[in-house]
């Protein structure tokens, strides 16, 4: 059984005890399910008489005129008649129709084989009178479900006649399919009044009353009285939660990961070149200090390389620290730009990696003397 059937089959075990309850269940399973037919009545003739004589008597009044010379006119009465139909497939649904209409009419059906329930004669008449001679389009009348109770029974109705729900294991999802946008506007307004927020969307020529937000959901399971499945519910959602956060953590500190793999590489690929170009040595004391300490450990953190001085530096300071070695870096990568780009004004025509600077020109300043240092 999918999870929407399993949620009806617990529904359809509580029944409603109050009898407006009953009321208000039918009439959200008839707005849904049922069809009213209106059946011509035979046509019947009669004619005003006095003097407490009745209509069709044979015999004359003393005294009156004969029937032949009669000229009072006759008046024709129609008597109509009602026939009420619910339509469903669905065995537990039929059942439920059944004991309702059972408490509330004391009908007792006799065709059970068939997918129809049908109602006539004065059974019929005393529903339509206690459904308040339902209004068509899928309404029903206000009056039916004017308290708390009685709008909860009614939600129950509509759900068990048209509504549907997801596995929350796969999405959260609550939806009742209208029969026009009327019937979906009045079930909203009594969503409204438990302060859920359902939507509306057209689909396949019905427009279908909505649900998406986990909270909700499981407020409307707890409005219909479907206390196992909403203790269900709430237990998948708080495993998805947690799972949820889990792997918000988990992809957040691979990305803090990745990026202090990419800083750190960065870090010793400038500490390289200040190696490679003019030597450790020329850093200051603090500076040389931490570089020697990257060289050793590339794969330490920012905090773990502060504990390792001496004495101990925090995170922002050592951050610090190699922002300075980056800033010396760059400065010979620019010189060795400048290099590539005048030719001759280098040694050989290139930057002379063992000078540590150019021979000539701007760019035969030291990086020590540019002050970054």
Same mark, same amino acid.
């Given at each position: 059984m999918s999870y929407s059937s399993d949620l009806k089959q617990e529904l359809l075990g509580r029944f409603p005890k109050d009898r407006a309850c009953q009321t208000a269940e039918l009439a959200g399973i008839f707005s849904?399910?049922?069809?009213?037919?209106?059946?011509?009545?035979?046509? #019947? &003739?009669?004619?005003?008489?006095?003097?407490?004589?009745?209509?069709g008597d044979s015999k004359e009044a003393p005294g009156s005129a004969s029937s032949g010379d009669s000229k009072e006119p006759q008046q024709e009465t129609f008597h109509e008649s009602h026939s009420i139909t619910f339509r469903t497939d669905q065995t537990g649904l039929r059942d439920r129709i059944l004991s309702l209409l059972d408490k509330?009419?004391?009908?007792?059906? #006799?065709?059970?084989?068939t997918d129809s329930i049908i109602l006539t004669g004065p059974k019929a008449e005393k529903l339509l009178d206690i459904l308040h001679h339902p209004m068509g389009q899928g309404l029903i009348e206000n009056g039916l479900i004017e308290g708390w109770e009685e709008k909860r029974a009614y939600l129950r109705g509509c759900f068990l006649a048209g509504g549907s729900i997801s596995d929350p294991n796969k999405s959260y999802h609550f939806e009742i399919a209208a029969r026009n946008p009327a019937q979906a506007r009045q079930i909203v307004s009594v969503m409204e009044t438990f302060d859920l927020h359902g939507k509306t969307v057209a689909r396949q020529g019905r427009t279908v009353v909505y649900l998406k937000e986990s909270n909700e959901i499981s407020d409307m399971l707890n409005i219909m009285e479907a206390s196992v499945t909403l203790l269900d519910f709430e237990n998948i959602r708080i495993r998805k939660d947690m799972n949820n956060a889990v792997n918000r953590k988990v992809n957040c500190e691979t990305a803090n990961i990745g990026k202090m793999v990419e800083a750190a590489v960065r870090e010793v690929r400038d500490i390289e070149l200040i190696?490679?170009?003019?030597?450790?040595?020329?850093?200051?004391?603090?500076?040389? #200090?931490?570089? #020697?300490?990257?060289?050793? *450990?590339?794969?330490?953190?920012?905090l773990e390389l502060g504990r390792m001085m001496d004495p101990p530096v925090g995170?922002?300071?050592?951050? *610090? =620290?190699? =922002?300075?070695?980056? &800033?010396?870096?760059?400065?010979? =990568?620019?010189?060795?730009?400048?290099?590539?780009?005048?030719?001759?004004?280098?040694?050989?025509?290139?930057?002379? =990696?063992?000078?540590? *600077?150019?021979?000539?020109?701007?760019?035969?300043k030291s990086v020590s003397e540019s002050g970054l240092l």
């Open positions: 849904f399910l049922g069809e009213v037919r209106v059946i011509p009545g035979s046509k #019947e &003739a009669s004619k005003k008489v006095s003097d407490g004589a009745f209509a509330l009419i004391n009908f007792k059906d #006799e065709t059970s084989d190696r490679d170009t003019r030597g450790l040595g020329s850093l200051s004391g603090k500076l040389r #200090e931490t570089a #020697e300490l990257r060289l050793l *450990h590339p794969d330490a953190s920012l995170k922002s300071g050592v951050n *610090h =620290r190699l =922002r300075r070695i980056g &800033a010396v870096a760059d400065e010979i =990568r620019k010189q060795e730009e400048n290099c590539d780009e005048k030719g001759s004004s280098c040694s050989d025509g290139k930057f002379n =990696r063992s000078n540590t *600077h150019c021979t000539s020109g701007t760019a035969g």
